[in-house]
């Protein structure tokens, strides 16, 4: 990557750092950042699209947990304790709304059941507790 740089014409910028550090952070922050933000935005949009369809609630929720995970491996967040608490709040609140968008409308019942609740259980609790309901609708 340092060589693609060097030889792409770009000998000059080289002579502005005073560190071979400063060059390396400078090629980091032009080449590497990009390709993390088109990754970031390639896992959001198949979030984002993603829906349950023909797979079963425990698929759905395996491939759209997988894809957090691996957005997850993106962020680059710091901050203190209670910050990061309600951060993570927010977070689980925002992937149990894309769960529920996502289900099909058969589950529907189980949307109004969840979002009626005072308040939203943590997103493993919620998926065992949606999978209860839904397990329990094919029972009966």
Known sequence: MAMEFYDSGNKSEFMFYSSVREIWENLIETYLKKKDFVACYDIESKIFNFRQGTLSV??????LNGLRIELDQYQELKMCKAGSIAYTRLVERERIFKFL???????????????????LPSLFKFYKASGSLILGQHIM
């Open 58 to 63: 425990t698929e759905y929720y395996d491939t």
């Open 101 to 119: 968008h996502g289900l099909n409308s058969e589950y529907d019942h189980i949307r109004v059941q969840i979002l009626g609740k005072e308040k």
